[in-house]
DNA sequence: TAGATTGTTAATCGATTAACAATC
DNA sequence: TAGATTGTTAATCGATTAACAATC
């Protein structure tokens, strides 16, 4: 019974990390793509991120076996194996709640259509608002949200309410059938099992950021390079 | 030569994963400080999380001993000596480089001024938005960025430019004096080693969380919830 | 053939969890 | 005292790295 092969594999529970480096590698390969490479090896994929060829070689295993011994990776086929094992071969449709700046910004950020990431619907509750178009989509209230989702088969949303309504609204957006949440409110969401949230807490980044560099100036390297 | 209770430890070289972790704990504790408790434990530090008790009290035995058996931990007491040891008990300045939709959110984002990180200069090389004012920052070419890192002793910078330019506005930044970056340009940045770089890759976090949902809905749990 | 590079197994490393004596 | 909870040591778990036979 061995699937290690097939495209969507039911294999093993996706070991954790992995994931996201895969991506990277991803990156690293369409870029190798518009170069015209045809081969790449898993030295040359891990090298912009400080990933040694080990790493790259385990972890493209957990997906199967895509090179060959002496030769390397075909640069698109492992391309479009990828995309496929990461699902990123079709479009995605999104929904966004809260259009604050951050979701005014979110909705015009480049980098999620190039990566068929497709805003769908924005939702609002100030009614200020409402019925505002931004970037060809016009903001709803969040009774709407349950419908559109349907209607859409949305699984994905971002989340850009203040951090004192986030939970509430969370739920509002699970109710509706949403599976997936980038969340931007610094709290945390508490949310049943089927539903994965990834917080992006910018202060906490920032707040890391500002240690390391303490801790850096406060051991050595003290003054402007 | 225990340097355990002093603060700023010059300690070990603080362990991975764990000033994240901690960062999280100080939010909680901002929030049981204005709940009004006076003590708490590594049980309920670590719950909104899901981190373990001794996971907690393994994270805050990096940096000293802070609680007392039997009783827990004294609310102010901890909150004040982990914003010593993050460095959040002091303002840190901050350069946003690049005007795009993003870095006018950033400007605007409330989450900065209320941990203390003050955006004191921003920088874009479009003769176009040079001189705007936004947020009663005026925007300056990144000739200027140089002598502005100096007078506010700036240590900490948001990049916000494209893809194509990031590596090199941040060589500029560096130049200029910054140790710690996040960028927000979906590009690995390859940096000197005193200088601590965070990227943060909405399209990566999406497609992370893309691939989990595909994961549960293909194994398990199909419909709407 | 010699050199390159894979997939995989074994060894190392680090992080998480459990357990418990010590303390309030 | 009994119950709660710490700091810390030991056990477990998982992730990274090194090594190498197999292959082109």
């Known amino acids: 019974m061995d699937s290690s092969r097939d495209g969507h594999p039911h294999a093993k529970p996706a070991p954790k990390a992995v994931v996201g480096r895969v991506s990277l590698y991803l990156r690293h390969l369409e870029s190798l793509q518009r170069q015209g490479l045809s081969t790449t090896s898993s030295d040359q994929l891990g090298e912009p991120f400080g990933i040694k060829n080990a790493q790259v070689r385990k972890d493209l295993a957990c997906f199967g076996q895509f090179g060959r011994p002496g030769i390397g990776y075909d640069v698109d086929e492992l391309t479009a194996v990828l995309r496929r094992i990461l699902g990123v071969d079709k479009d995605w449709p999104l929904v966004l709640v809260g259009m604050g700046d951050l979701g005014r910004a979110l909705l015009r950020y480049r980098g999620f259509p190039s990566r068929r990431f497709r805003i769908v ?12 178009t931004h970037q060809g989509v016009t903001v709803e209230p969040l ?8 209607a859409h088969k949305t ?37 049943p ?11 906490i980044q920032l707040e890391n950021l500002a240690y390391k560099v303490q801790e850096s100036i406060d051991d050595g390297v003290p003054r402007a390079g």
Chains 1, 2 share one sequence.
């Open 155 to 191: 699984t994905l949303g971002l989340l850009c309410v203040p951090a004192d309504s986030a939970q509430r609204v969370a739920e509002q957006m699970i109710a509706a059938g949403i599976r997936g949440i980038l969340n931007f409110a610094p709290a945390p969401l508490s949310t």
């Open 121 to 132: 619907a924005v939702f609002d509750n100030d009614p200020r608002k409402v019925g505002q």
């Open 193 to 203: 099992p089927h539903v994965s949230v990834t917080t992006v807490d910018l202060s």
């Open 143 to 150: 009774e709407a949200l349950r419908k559109s989702v349907a």
